[in-house]
């Protein structure tokens, strides 16, 4: 079997893009491949949380990948954290990486950006880095969190890495990364993994705010957990414009986003039928959030339920997590004596 490896962070709770984007591949997978799902609470640490939230944030994820259909029995389902070998193997193939392919990375610039304040998309950031000696908000586990990444799939020796399109530079990275530790120790070692999307594109789902994509921190999510009435309330208040003008107009961009979520939640159908409505400028764009909030509901609520029920159930949680990191553990510790015998650190 094809083995199938995927991870998000431990964050705070999950909105419709992790869902869509990721969640619910991995549940849609899990019959069919050698799957292993783990919650990311080292690449969490990159932007020091609230040690007790992260904490909680863990327990939330494991709560919600088990709501949304991901059968304990069937995947491997663990903590980054409870596998000490990935930290090891993060070490040594740090050692193959540059620091400058590591700041050319979209993410980081993102990130570094907003720590620092920069709003401008130019070289700023590098003179600001290595200016400042006492700033300590760009921190080096940020830089590096490719490697991380890429030592979550290598470890695994992953064919296929469900995420959505905002992952797939990491991924791409993470390809890099395993070539040149093939061409330069002359072994064959690390296959290619890629993204998986069944035969579709890879998602960005966007959020109700007019603009980018849904995220944690851009405040624009439906997250799996939030009730009816808060779920209503975000989407009557989504952002949307004045109407078409004339018919035939171009959809802007709030707008455009609403569509899409239309279809990802309710279908292609049922979106085109707005698409329609806003061509020949009879939309309504409360009844299009009315339904747009049903559908989503439908999709959400049994997930809640679900999740209220078992994220209190500490003890059923803690006896996945210590079988899933055993698990992973005997596949892990497998590739990190390679690497490191590859490597040349051997017993004298
Ligand atoms: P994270 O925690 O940011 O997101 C988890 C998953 O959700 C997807 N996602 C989205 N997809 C579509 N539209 C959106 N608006 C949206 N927002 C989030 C992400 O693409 C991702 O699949 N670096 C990863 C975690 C990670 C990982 C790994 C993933 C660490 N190691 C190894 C795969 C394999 C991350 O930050 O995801």
Not at 55 to 81: C, F, M, R, T, W
Not at 142 to 147: D, F, I, V, W
Not at 155 to 176: C, F, M, N, S, W
Not at 277 to 301: F, H, N, P, W
């Amino acid at each position: 079997k094809k083995v199938v490896l995927s991870g998000i962070r431990s964050t705070g709770n999950l909105h419709l893009g992790n869902y869509y984007g990721a969640l619910s591949k991995f549940v849609r997978m899990q019959d069919d491949y050698d799957c292993r799902f783990f919650i990311a609470d080292l690449h969490a640490l990159t932007t020091n949380p609230d040690p007790k939230m992260l904490h909680e944030s863990v327990k939330d994820i494991l709560a919600e990948y088990i709501a949304a259909g991901l059968d304990p029995e069937k995947n491997i389902l663990y903590v980054q954290s409870d596998v000490p070998e990935i930290s090891e193997m993060y070490l040594l193939l740090n050692m193959h990486v540059g620091i400058g392919e590591l700041m050319r990375t979209a993410s980081f610039k993102d990130k570094a950006r907003k720590a620092l304040g920069i709003t401008s998309d130019s070289d700023e950031i590098e003179k600001e880095i290595i200016g400042n000696q006492t700033n300590q908000r760009v921190n080096a586990g940020l830089l590096t969190y490719p490697t991380l990444m890429a030592v979550d799939i290598l470890i695994h020796h992953a064919d296929y890495v469900p995420v959505g399109k905002d992952q797939e530079q990491h991924l791409e990275l993470t390809r890099r990364f395993a070539r040149r530790f093939n061409s330069f120790y002359k072994v064959d070692y690390f296959g290619e993994p890629v993204n998986f999307n069944f035969g579709g594109e890879a998602l960005k789902v966007p959020g109700l705010d007019g603009s980018g994509k849904m995220g944690k921190s851009e405040g624009n999510c439906i997250y799996l957990i939030d009730d009816e009435k808060t779920l209503r309330k975000k989407v009557m208040r989504a952002v949307t414009d004045e109407g078409p003008k004339e018919p035939n107009s171009v959809v802007s961009k709030p707008v455009e986003n609403l569509f899409l979520l239309l279809d990802l939640v309710s279908g292609k159908e049922v979106a085109d039928h707005y698409r329609q409505a806003y061509a020949d400028c009879s939309i309504r764009y409360g009844d299009m959030k009315k339904q747009l909030a049903e559908d989503m509901l439908k999709v959400t609520l049994p997930i809640r339920e679900r999740i209220l029920d078992i994220r209190n159930n500490d003890e059923y949680l803690s006896k996945v997590v210590r079988n899933g990191a055993e698990r992973a553990r005997a596949y892990a510790a497998d590739t990190l004596r390679d690497v490191r015998e590859i490597m040349g650190i051997r017993k004298i």
